[in-house]
C-alpha cells in the first residue's frame, strides 16, 4: 500500500488455502507482503464441513483446518487485511496497483492471485427470486435451514455429492438432480451416496424452473434430457452445485485462459503477464482441491522470491 510511501515486495488476492500457504511461504522469504481478504481467512474451507482428503488429517472441519492454516501462516509474519480487491492493474512503472472497494490501492511488483471462484448458477427462472428462500449455493451455510425437508442437489460431481451426504443429517430426503445417467463425482464419494437411504438419484434430467409461493420453493420443473418429457418434483429447497467461476475477471489486460476463463501458468505458476501469479482454484489445471491449492502456493511464492531477485539484479 503508499502509505507513508511504502510499497510491498508482494500482493497476495486472497486467503483460503493457497493464499494463506503463499503467505507463510513469503513470509518464510522474508518478503514484505500483504494478503487481502474479502471475508474471514480460510476460503471455501469455511463452506466445507468435513474434509477427509487433505494429508496428516483423516478428518477434520472445515473450519479447524481455516484457523490452523491462518494461526501457522501469521507465526511466519503474515499480514491479512479485510477488503475486496476489485481490481488488479499493472501500472507503466512495472509495479502492480491493487485496487479495493473501500478505495486502497496496495502496490508491489508481484501479485498472487488466489481468488478462487464464484458459484456457476442454472440460469433459470426461478433461481435468482428465491435464491435465500430455498435457493442455495453453500449446504453448510444454509443446511440446518431445511430440518425435515424434501431438498434437491443439482450436479454430478465432488461438490454435488459431498453436499448431498451433508444435508442428510437435516433433510428427510435428498435428490441428486443430473442431467447424465452416471456422476462425475470420486467412487469413493459416488460409493457412498448410492449407500445413503436418504439419498435418491434423478439421472438424466435437466431443471427448467424453480417454482414456490411467495415465501419458498414448492418444486422443481424438471425434463427429460433424452425424450424431452417434463416433470415436477417436489422439495422444499434446492442447492446448486454445477461448477464454479474463477474470479479471474478482476485483473485488467489480456491474460493467457482457457475455455473456462481459467489463468494458464508456466512451471513456476507466472501468467502471461510478468510477475503476476495464479495458484489454486484461478489456475488452468486438472484437480482443485486442497492438496493441489497449496502446492501451487508453494511453487508461485519461491518463484516470487527468485523473480524478484532478478529484478533487483536488473536494476
Given amino acids: 500500500m503508499t502509505e507513508n510511501g511504502s510499497t510491498y515486495d508482494l500482493v497476495i488476492v486472497g486467503a483460503g488455502p493457497a493464499g494463506l500457504c503463499a503467505a507463510l511461504y513469503a513470509g518464510r522469504g ?10 474471514p481467512p480460510g476460503g471455501e474451507l469455511l463452506n466445507t464441513d468435513l474434509i477427509e482428503d487433505y494429508i496428516g488429517f483423516e478428518s477434520i472441519k472445515g473450519w479447524e483446518l481455516a484457523r490452523q492454516f491462518a494461526e501457522h501462516a501469521k507465526k511466519f509474519g503474515a499480514d491479512i487485511v479485510t477488503d475486496t480487491v476489485e481490481r488488479i492493474r499493472k501500472a507503466p512503472d512495472g509495479l502492480f496497483d491493487v485496487v ?10 508481484a501479485v498472487i492471485l488466489t481468488a478462487g471462484g464464484t458459484p456457476v448458477k442454472l440460469g433459470v427462472p426461478g433461481e435468482k427470486e428465491y435464491a435465500g428462500k430455498g435457493v442455495s449455493y453453500c449446504a453448510v451455510c444454509d443446511g440446518a435451514f431445511f430440518k425435515g425437508e424434501v431438498l434437491a442437489v443439482v450436479g454430478g460431481g465432488d461438490a454435488a455429492v459431498e453436499e448431498a451426504d451433508y444435508l442428510t443429517r437435516y433433510a428427510s430426503k435428498v435428490y441428486i438432480v443430473h442431467r447424465r445417467d452416471q456422476l462425475r463425482a470420486s467412487k469413493i464419494l459416488q460409493e457412498r451416496a448410492f449407500a445413503n437411504p436418504k439419498i435418491e438419484m434423478v439421472w438424466n434430467k435437466r431443471v427448467l424452473e424453480i417454482v414456490g409461493d411467495s415465501r419458498t420453493v414448492k418444486h422443481l420443473a424438471l425434463e427429460e ?23 479471474t475477471g478482476i485483473v485488467e489486460g489480456h491474460v493467457k485462459h482457457d475455455a473456462g476463463g481459467y489463468f494458464i501458468t508456466d512451471e513456476r505458476m507466472m501468467t502471461s503477464i510478468p510477475g503476476l501469479f495464479a495458484a489454486g482454484d484461478v489456475r488452468s489445471q486438472l484437480t482443485r482441491q486442497i492438496t493441489t491449492a497449496v502446492g501451487d502456493a508453494t511453487t508461485a511464492a519461491i518463484a516470487v522470491e527468485k523473480y524478484l531477485a532478478a529484478l533487483r539484479q536488473d536494476d
Fill in 30 to 39: 522474508m518478503l514484505k507482503a500483504i494478503t487481502i481478504e474479502r471475508g
Fill in 100 to 109: 479495493t472497494a473501500r478505495e486502497r490501492v496496495f502496490r508491489a511488483p
Fill in 225 to 247: 434430457t433424452t425424450t424431452g418429457a417434463r416433470s415436477q418434483l417436489a422439495v422444499g429447497g434446492v442447492f446448486v452445485f454445477i461448477g464454479f467461476k474463477p474470479n
